[in-house]
T-cell receptor, first 112, second 112 residues
Framework: QKEVEQNSGPLSVPEGAIASLNCTYSDRGSQSFFWYRQYSGKSPELIMFIYSNGDKEDGRFTAQLNKASQYVSLLIRDSQPSDSATYLCAVSYTGTASKLTFGTGTRLQVTL | EADIYQTPRYLVIGTGKKITLECSQTMGHDKMYWYQQDPGMELHLIHYSYGVNSTEKGDLSSESTVSRIRTEHFPLTLESARPSHTSQYLC???????????FGSGTRLTVV
């Protein structure tokens, strides 16, 4: 059973701080890793993806991948109230093509 | 501005009824997906399509069918609705990448 685990939160951070969201996965055969943001009552939107070990930066967002330890993280710098949402981690596995496995998401609250 | 459209936005229907959830995209994407999401839970893949006349089952497909006769259209049909089908149904699409890039606004289905 391929699993993706996330702490459901809520993770509360003050405005301007760094929010760190973590995701672990069970299968070492995983290939690609994705972060989606989902506002309450809205659909998910893809914000980051990473395929190889290390860091990938896009604006205030940084995705970190450690395949040996089987975790992927999303860092949000200078957190804003508009970042308050649920962040979904998703993983695709070798040979499964379009079949992403999603975590249940971490709810982030950025406080003023 | 969403380029992928789902109708209806909300639907309440009686047990045993046949229903079709509509999904259309104007981006010319080859890949389209149907996901099911309950509140606070992960997305589960129901069906996906690589292109016209190409469909594959996901994890929760046994009680529904899809068709892909045109690139832009990917309807989902439940032959006999049951209360266990009550959920949010999300349609998504992507171009060359494997992962779903753009989601529609969803159809919230309630079966009574």
């Amino acid at each position: 059973q391929k699993e993706v685990e996330q702490n459901s939160g809520p993770l509360s951070v003050p405005e301007g701080a760094i929010a760190s969201l973590n995701c672990t996965y069970s299968d070492r055969g995983s290939q690609s890793f994705f972060w989606y943001r989902q506002y309450s009552g809205k659909s998910p939107e893809l914000i980051m993806f990473i395929y190889s070990n290390g860091d990938k930066e896009d604006g205030r967002f940084t995705a970190q991948l450690n395949k040996a330890s089987q975790y992927v993280s999303l860092l949000i710098r200078d957190s804003q109230p508009s970042d308050s949402a649920t962040y979904l981690c998703a993983v695709s596995y070798t040979g499964t093509a379009s079949k992403l496995t999603f975590g249940t998401g971490t709810r982030l609250q950025v406080t003023l | 501005e969403a380029d992928i459209y789902q109708t209806p936005r909300y639907l309440v229907i009686g047990t045993g009824k046949k229903i079709t959830l509509e999904c259309s995209q104007t981006m010319g994407h080859d890949k389209m997906y149907w996901y099911q999401q309950d509140p606070g839970m992960e997305l589960h893949l129901i069906h996906y399509s690589y292109g016209v006349n190409s469909t594959e089952k996901g994890d929760l497909s046994s009680e529904s069918t899809v068709s892909r006769i045109r690139t832009e259209h990917f309807p989902l049909t439940l032959e006999s609705a049951r209360p266990s089908h009550t959920s949010q149904y999300l349609c998504a699409s992507s171009s060359t990448r494997q992962e779903p890039r753009t989601f529609g606004s969803g159809t919230r289905l309630t079966v009574v």
